[in-house]
Antibody, heavy 119, light 111 residues
Framework: EVQLVQPGTEVKKPGESLRISCKAA????????IDWVRQMPGKGLEWMGR????????NYSPSFQGHVTISTDKSINTAYLQWSSLKASDTAMYYC????????????WGQGTLVSVSS | QSVLTQPPSVSAAPGQKVTISCSGR????????ISWYQQLPGTAPKLLIY???KRPSGIPDRFSGSKSGTSATLGITGLQTGDEAAYYC????????????FGGGTKLTVL
């Protein structure tokens, strides 16, 4: 069974760094791109970027380029999304999703990590 | 503002049919497949339709997708209260800012 497992909640203060994880199971991790999607409170879905775990090739949305970093650790089948300095406006739900092979849609999603940034 | 335009909300009675539209510029929709996602309250999105009109295993045939030119449509027949959710269209933007783009989402209310 394909699973993408994310931690539930992260609570941080402005200016702090954060790395959230997405652990994949049930399939060949290096075969499928992993994408990250943001959903701000009460708002829609926003694509942030993606990574090819086989070679760490990444693409970022212009809206997020330079603000976040996407990476993977193939040895533990895990993708990451990280911030070096959080802002209150980063408060949102963050989903990882597996990109269907050879396509640009997402067939499996993690349950999401709620990131709360407040002083 | 999303580059794919969806109505903010639609509503219909149980058992009825509803359609949700998704329109965009030719560079966004014209040459690329559309996918649709259902997001039930408090849950992660789920893939409903891919490649414009294909359903993943386990998705009932009450859900259908179509595309014509720069517009796509999600259809849901035999509405159930459990269909009450937000629905998003998405596609690949092959312009210079390449990446996935989502519509703004449509909230379906089953009256």
């Amino acid at each position: 069974e394909v699973q993408l497992v994310q931690p539930g909640t992260e609570v941080k203060k402005p200016g702090e760094s954060l790395r959230i994880s997405c652990k994949a199971a049930g399939y060949s991790f290096t075969t499928y791109w992993i994408d990250w999607v943001r959903q701000m409170p009460g708002k829609g879905l926003e694509w942030m970027g993606r990574i090819d775990p086989s070679d760490s090739d990444t693409n970022y949305s212009p809206s997020f380029q330079g603000h976040v970093t996407i990476s993977t650790d193939k040895s533990i089948n895990t993708a990451y999304l990280q911030w070096s300095s959080l802002k209150a406006s980063d408060t949102a739900m963050y989903y990882c999703a597996r990109q269907r092979y050879g396509a640009y849609d997402f067939d499996y999603w993690g349950q999401g990590t709620l990131v709360s940034v407040s002083s | 503002q999303s580059v794919l335009t969806q109505p903010p909300s639609v509503s219909a009675a149980p058992g009825q049919k509803v359609t949700i539209s998704c329109s965009g510029r030719s560079s966004k929709i014209g040459n690329n497949y559309i996918s649709w996602y259902q997001q039930l309250p408090g849950t992660a999105p789920k893939l409903l339709i891919y490649d414009n009109n294909k359903r993943p295993s386990g998705i009932p045939d009450r859900f259908s997708g179509s595309k014509s030119g720069t517009s796509a449509t999600l259809g849901i027949t035999g509405l159930q209260t459990g269909d009450e959710a937000a629905y998003y269209c998405a596609t690949w933007d092959s312009s210079l800012s390449a990446g996935v783009v989502f519509g703004g989402g449509t909230k379906l209310t089953v009256l």
